[in-house]
């Protein structure tokens, strides 16, 4: 992970801070909704569903005092599958390299055996600085927050304790100015309008899983993978062809994606063109596939191929 060159001194005397926030925590406590509400706009797909996130995500936000670049991972877990073991090995190499791990605690659930085992864990990474972040106060009670930041605060010492609600947007601009004046000085690393450095067929492809992930079963999210054969400019009018496949392990799971009739199959391409016209700003036609590709979380050369 580069790191920010020097900083240079600005006309006012004061010195930029700049680096990386990695947010952690067990699944569903707001990383990538934190993540969008403190770039701005969304750059990580969000679900109910655990392991959402498949790779790492850096989502850019300039302030006045800073740049922060902030790296959505998966969530640290005890893996069952190769690809447990790849996402794991994705987390540790982040961890290991940014200037802030940021653990998150939702307000209106205790704190539990997950969250300990990941507190454990952030004794692997002396180099970052920890805070703790308090998420979906918006949704908790008074009483619940003050009771969270007690429990919170005694797990460790923390460089900061920040209660806040990423839907509400309360105290997301306080995080995000105590984030940055933690971070080491150092010039911006991306443009002022920049917001990720995501390749673009990669955030395609992930709206469409965030799409397919509502309203399945449980054992189903793990087994997605989704990936874009091409993006074609129509040249008779101005439309974007966006050819997708689905991969499922099983020929029952391609039926829960198509659904009776293809009526789920619909759906989920109505909701997914809906969220890639929002981000690409213009009308696409969408074709999507539903592949069964056996056990591939298992098989290295599937994986490869799937892009893990």
């Known amino acids: 992970m580069a790191r920010a060159p020097k900083a240079s001194k600005r006309k006012d005397g004061t010195t930029p801070h700049s680096g990386f926030v990695s947010l952690v925590g067990r699944p569903n406590v707001g990383k990538s909704t934190l993540t969008n509400a403190l770039v701005g706009e969304k750059v990580a797909i969000t679900s109910s569903k ?70 454990e864990q952030l004794e692997n990474y002396p180099r970052a600085k ?73 955030r395609v492809s992930e709206l469409i899983r965030e799409s397919i992930l509502e309203g399945v079963h449980d054992e189903l999210p793990h087994s997605l993978a989704v990936t874009l054969d091409d993006m074609i400019e129509r040249e008779d009018k101005d439309m974007l062809d966006i050819y997708a496949n689905v991969f499922v392990e099983r020929d029952s799971q391609k039926g829960i994606i198509i659904g009776n009739g293809g009526a789920r199959l619909k759906e989920i391409g109505a909701t997914s063109r809906a969220s890639i016209e929002k981000l690409l700003g213009r009308k696409v036609f969408l074709s999507i596939r539903v592949k069964v590709a056996k056990d591939w979380q298992r098989d290295p050369k599937l994986l490869q191929r799937l892009g893990f």
Not at 86 to 98: E, F, M, P
Not at 102 to 115: K, L, N, R, S, Y
Not at 155 to 160: C, G, Q, T, V
């Open 50 to 119: 655990p392991q959402t996130t498949r790779h790492a995500i850096r989502g850019i936000t300039n302030r006045p005092t800073g740049q922060l670049i902030l790296v959505d991972t998966p969530g640290i877990h005890r893996p069952r599958t190769l690809l447990g073991e790849r996402l794991n090995a994705l987390v540790q190499a982040t961890l290991g390299d940014v200037d802030i791990i940021g653990m998150c605690f939702p307000a209106d659930e205790p704190i539990g055996a997950g969250d300990n085992f990941i507190n």
């Open 130 to 202: 920890k805070i703790a972040v308090v998420t979906k106060t918006d949704v908790s009670s008074k009483k619940q927050i003050a009771e969270r930041l007690l429990e919170v605060n005694a797990l460790r010492e923390w460089a900061l304790v920040i209660p806040v609600s990423a839907v509400s947007g309360d105290q997301v601009d306080l995080l995000a100015d105590e984030l940055i004046a933690l971070l080491p000085e150092g010039d911006p690393l991306y443009l002022d309008d920049e917001t990720t450095d995501e390749d673009l067929y990669k």
